[in-house]
């Protein structure tokens, strides 16, 4: 890589990503011409194919595909860089790239975020949704470069990830006021086998305590929703079409619907503010990093 023009790195990445010359060019600013161009530049000057061009859509060849992680991980690092010198000279400066976990992110990371913008009103807060395969979705990221930390919830170690701890939740179940349950504090997994559930997709937090609760009871369940979206689980509970785990965080602030715990060995998950390992953060993420761990100990 020794040689290649950062810019190129850039205009690769948002190619490879909007999977568009045309949106590329919108997301940087530039003609389309010049997107065109420097992919062409960089073609040459790795002497292969980045992309495969159609009519239709642009997709990524092996040397796309592999290059990808690498451009990311090297702009990171550039940006890092450029945030250590901008320091140095005028205080910091520069962006945050942060993944968040909707109305799973904890309290104290959003007071967190307040107090970081307080402090430095000129850092840029890129703040990331998970996908469909929540936390996972996370950890990719922060593995290839494109986040600087990321909320997540775990059950332990994960390889190539440094995990800070924030908090610990346990999993309740929500039942509608009128469900034959709701005069109950507390439930086997066994008394709601044939319950219809709405449910977080697999990769979600909640959704993996779940699951290895009820491995570990020996039962299995009946899933009829699956969808990444809290307050909108909360609303189907509500309408009657199944019943559904939440964090007891969650069901602490919401009086509508009837909670139980389960029996015996409580399902739980950690929230953690998550790194990749080996790999040292720039002083904007190390800052945030810093008062988040502040924000907790208070």
Same mark, same amino acid.
């Given at each position: 890589? +020794? ?12 190619? /490879? ?31 292969t ?10 997709s ?29 000279? +005028?205080?910091?400066?520069? @962006? ?23 402090? *430095?009103? /000129? ?5 990331? /949704? ?6 996972? %979705?996370?950890? %990719? ?8 930390? +990321? ?8 390889? !190539? ?12 179940l ?7 349950l ?5 439930? %086997?997994?066994? !008394? ?16 993996s305590?779940? %699951?290895?609760?009820?491995? +570990?009871?020996?039962?299995? @369940?009946?899933?009829?929703?699956? *969808? ?46 998550? @790194?990749?390992?080996?790999r ?14 502040? !924000?907790?100990?208070?």
């Amino acid at each position: 890589m +020794a040689g290649v023009d950062i810019r190129k790195l850039e205009i690769f990445i948002a190619v /490879a990503e909007e999977r568009s010359f045309t949106r590329a060019a919108l997301r940087l600013h530039t003609a389309q011409s010049g997107v065109s161009t420097a992919i062409r530049s960089l073609e040459r000057e790795l002497g292969t194919p980045l992309l495969d061009r159609t009519t239709q859509r642009v997709s990524l060849t092996e040397a796309g595909q592999a290059l990808l992680p690498e451009a990311l991980r090297i702009l990171a690092a550039v940006e890092a860089a450029r945030e250590t010198v901008t320091q140095v000279g +005028a205080g910091l400066r520069g @962006r945050l790239r942060l993944g968040i976990l909707y109305a799973l992110t904890p309290g104290r990371v959003r007071e967190a975020l307040a107090a970081f913008r307080a402090e *430095l009103p /000129a850092v840029e807060l890129w703040l990331t /949704a998970p996908g469909v395969r929540g936390t996972l %979705d996370h950890l %990719d990221r922060i593995r290839d470069g494109s986040l600087d930390l +990321a909320i997540v919830i775990t059950h332990g170690p994960v390889p !190539d990830i440094d995990q800070q701890l924030l908090a610990t939740d346990e999993v309740v179940l929500a039942v509608p006021a009128d469900h034959r349950l709701a005069s109950r504090a507390d439930f %086997d997994l066994a !008394d709601v086998a044939d319950e219809p559930f709405i449910e977080f997709p697999p990769g979600w937090g909640v959704r993996s305590s779940v %699951d290895m609760a009820f491995a +570990a009871a020996g039962v299995s @369940r009946r899933i009829t929703v699956q *969808l990444n979206d809290m307050s909108t689980i909360l609303d189907l509970v509500r309408l009657g079409l199944g019943i559904a785990f939440v964090p007891l965080s969650v069901a602490e602030r919401t009086d509508d619907l009837h909670y139980l715990r389960i029996r015996g060995a409580r399902p739980t998950y950690r929230i953690a503010i998550a @790194r990749a390992s080996g790999r040292p953060l720039g002083p904007v993420a190390r800052r945030f990093l810093s008062i988040a761990a502040a !924000d907790r100990s208070t």
